[in-house]
């Protein structure tokens, strides 16, 4: 296998030599056009956690590793690449939109991951959040009830060969009881309450983070707790988040 691919490479390389100068200059030109916008995203990135996550209270240094890590950019649409570090939530179509990049790295530090846990998440919209769990977690199962939105998720994660994260199309209210219980639960879309059946699917010494307020009033990120089938919450901080979209009750 490794002298075919020798060979292969070896035909490839003289393959380049017989092209034509001008493609060869385009294709050499589109490279480096590659590499500085990679390394721009990066240093972008890199400012991103130092200036509006690390430096507001934010220290595992392994979510701060995941922010760094996944390219946000890659979950913002094309008219607001320019926003896709700053420090604000973004559009991102069907009345949705991207999480603050220091609310995205303060809930994932809360849910305290790690390589075993195995997290829902319910509001996938762009996706963004359930890459940074893949960085941290083996298993990430996501919904979203807004069929554009899992499949642009979907198809966003793959590229980035995000393989633990499991996309589903659905109402995030009732969950994933087939694959409950799970260690942790992060609804990215605020409710009035806790969904019963959220607290049905979280395991004993589990932790949910959850937006609970009115649409588009006073809102608190709540940690939830569990042990021996007893929940605790707890307040964490004033948040702004879209309302969580409810299917049809038939």
Not at 233 to 246: D, I, N, S, Y
């Amino acid at each position: 296998m490794r002298v075919a691919r020798q060979g292969l490479l070896v035909r490839m390389a003289l393959w380049l030599l017989w092209l034509p100068a001008g493609l060869a200059a385009d294709a050499r030109a589109q490279a480096t056009e590659a590499r500085a916008v990679a390394a721009e995203g990066a240093e972008r990135r890199r400012a991103m956690v130092d200036e509006q996550i690390e430096a507001r209270g934010v220290t595992d240094r392994a979510v701060l590793q995941a922010m760094q890590a996944v390219p946000r950019h890659r979950f913002v649409p094309d008219s607001l690449q320019r926003l896709a570090y700053a420090d604000t939530a973004l559009p991102i179509g069907h009345g949705q939109t991207i999480s603050q990049p220091f609310i995205v790295a303060f809930m994932t530090e809360a849910l305290r991951p790690d390589r075993d846990l195995k997290v829902l998440e319910i509001g996938t919209g762009s996706g963004y959040q359930a890459a940074v769990l893949a960085e941290l977690c083996d298993e990430v199962w996501t919904i979203e009830i807004v069929p554009a939105l899992a499949e642009r998720a979907r198809r966003t994660l793959s590229a980035l060969g995000a393989s633990g994260v499991h996309v589903r199309t659905g109402d995030g209210y009732h969950g994933w009881p087939e694959n409950a219980p799970f260690d942790a639960i992060i609804v990215t879309a605020a409710a009035e309450a806790i969904p019963p059946p959220l607290i049905g699917q979280l395991k004993d010494g589990g932790r949910m983070l959850i937006p609970i307020g009115p649409p588009f009033g006073a809102q608190n990120l709540v940690l939830v707790t569990k042990e021996d089938g007893r929940m605790r919450t707890k307040t964490l901080l004033p948040v702004r988040f879209v309302p969580l979209v409810r299917g049809r009750e038939d």
